[in-house]
């Protein structure tokens, strides 16, 4: 199917930036998903021929992966950066995969119209928003009757970062305070429950895994992408904005992230909370 031409840039809810923004080592950590792994909780309920939305798809490495699962269904890919889709789009052509389109986007005003997909899956979306449950109104609009939506988000007071120190400890503060600054929620994923009930959601199935690191080649990155996070402005501007750290101190931290990742003893997982709901 042919790729649709995005516009630049949609602008996001006023209430919010993606705190994560989108750095080499943020876009290396992006490229581990898969959806055997990061959408196994939804893949049970999905078939081939369905029409599914990966929204907030970002560089699209789920989106493709999903367009090869349910062929010969179409799957679409939306963001708000267009940049981000482009990665998508060329990710898809490499592979060879044609019943795929991504489309620029806002998930508080999807371009689609009402009972469009069979499916919906909002990955590591919902807790970077201000308002979640907009969000969850137009995931439930653009469903058709007995369609399944899955989300998966962060619930970041169960995550592991071992060997633990003082910077490492605050690091994870840093980036929660940001996030909340920036709109979102950090510990959102143990709402997913009544999120999707109050939206409308029946038969809710809640369940929770972790994206692990544990080879010293994950630990390495993921300390790179740590230490990068602490360097992006949406993140140093609230930082020093709040009187939270110093630009030094920032610095500090960023570094001993990085030193961490090349522990031979380091050890990360970042909690995920689940769900799945159908539309009556």
């Known amino acids: 199917m042919r790729n649709v031409a995005a516009p630049t840039q949609v602008p996001p809810h006023p209430a919010e930036r993606y705190s994560a923004g989108y750095g080499t080592a943020v876009l290396q950590d992006l490229s581990r998903r898969k959806a055997s792994r990061d959408a196994a909780f939804l893949l049970p309920h999905l078939r081939p021929g369905i029409r599914l ?20 269904g179409e799957v679409v890919g939306l963001d708000m950066g267009a940049e981000q889709l482009e990665v998508g789009r060329a990710l898809a052509r490499s592979r060879d995969v044609n019943n795929i389109r991504f489309e620029a986007g806002t998930v508080y005003k999807l371009p689609f119209p009402d009972s469009s997909f069979d499916a919906v899956l909002a990955h590591a979306l919902l807790y970077h928003l201000a308002s979640p449950q ?55 994923g143990k709402r997913l429950r009544p999120l999707l009930r109050e939206a409308g959601f029946t038969n809710i199935l809640v369940s929770a895994s972790f994206d692990t690191y544990g080879t010293p080649e994950e ?15 949406q993140i140093v501007g609230v930082v020093i904005e709040k009187g939270l750290a110093t ?31 159908w539309k009556p």
Not at 225 to 232: F, I, N, W
Request: charged share 20%; aromatic share 4%.
């Open 219 to 233: 630990t390495r990155k993921m300390g790179a992408t740590v230490a990068e996070l602490l360097t992006q402005p």
């Open 53 to 72: 939305l990966d929204c907030g798809c970002g560089p699209g490495y789920l989106t493709v992966d999903l367009a090869e699962i349910l062929s010969p």
């Open 134 to 188: 907009q969000a969850l109104a137009e995931l439930f609009r653009v469903l058709k009757p007995g369609g399944v939506l899955g989300v998966r988000d962060a619930c970041t007071d169960s995550d592991i970062v071992t060997p633990a120190t003082p910077e490492l400890e605050k690091a994870w503060k840093l980036l929660s305070r940001s996030v909340g600054h920036n709109g979102g929620n950090t510990l959102l």
């Open 247 to 277: 630009a030094e101190e920032l610095g500090a931290i960023s570094q001993a992230f990085r030193v961490w990742g090349d522990h031979p003893d380091a050890f990360c997982a970042r909690a995920r909370c689940e769900a799945v709901g």
